[in-house]
């Protein structure tokens, strides 16, 4: 099963999306990187994510504005011309609901922007909408891995 590759610097919320999607029933993988390079390297299969069987391409992307690095929005504009991972789905999950981010994200091309939520139950639902469109309802195009 394809993972889902969060782009996430603070453990916190890295910790309450896992238990939400635990609670959820997600059953992709969730793999974690901590700043803008790092989802970077995982979605060229750069460096420690060279083995394709152990870092396999995701089916969707989340992506925190601010990460220390690359910012969301760079990594953003890097998925959108880099012609092997250009169409996966990237949904920016971030704190900031400043009129502007939004703006930039989805001129950037991001699918989705999602404002984390402040409380468990909140996140529990916000997950369970993203497993029903993103994971379920959603007909994703291939992405072509460079190294076949």
Not at 3 to 30: C, K, M, S, T
Not at 88 to 108: G, N
Request: proline fraction near 7%; charged fraction near 20%; aromatic fraction near 8%.
């Amino acid at each position: 099963m394809q993972p889902i590759l969060y782009a996430e610097d603070e453990e916190n919320d890295v910790l309450f999306l896992r238990l939400a999607f635990r609670d959820a029933g997600i059953a992709n993988p969730l793999r974690v990187v901590n700043d803008g390079q790092q989802a970077i390297d995982y979605l060229s299969g750069w460096g420690p994510f060279s083995d394709r069987d152990l870092y396999p391409l995701p089916v969707l992307v989340l992506l925190d504005m601010k990460m220390p690095g690359k910012s969301g929005l760079e990594v953003l504009k890097w998925i959108r011309m880099t012609p092997a991972v250009c169409v996966l789905p990237v949904i920016m999950l971030t704190s900031s609901s400043t009129e502007s981010d939004i703006h930039r994200a989805y001129i950037q091309g991001a699918n989705g922007y999602l404002s984390k939520p402040g409380n468990p139950e909140q996140l529990l639902a916000m997950v369970k909408s993203i497993k029903d469109y993103w994971l379920n309802q959603n007909l994703a195009a291939a992405t072509a891995d460079k190294e076949t």
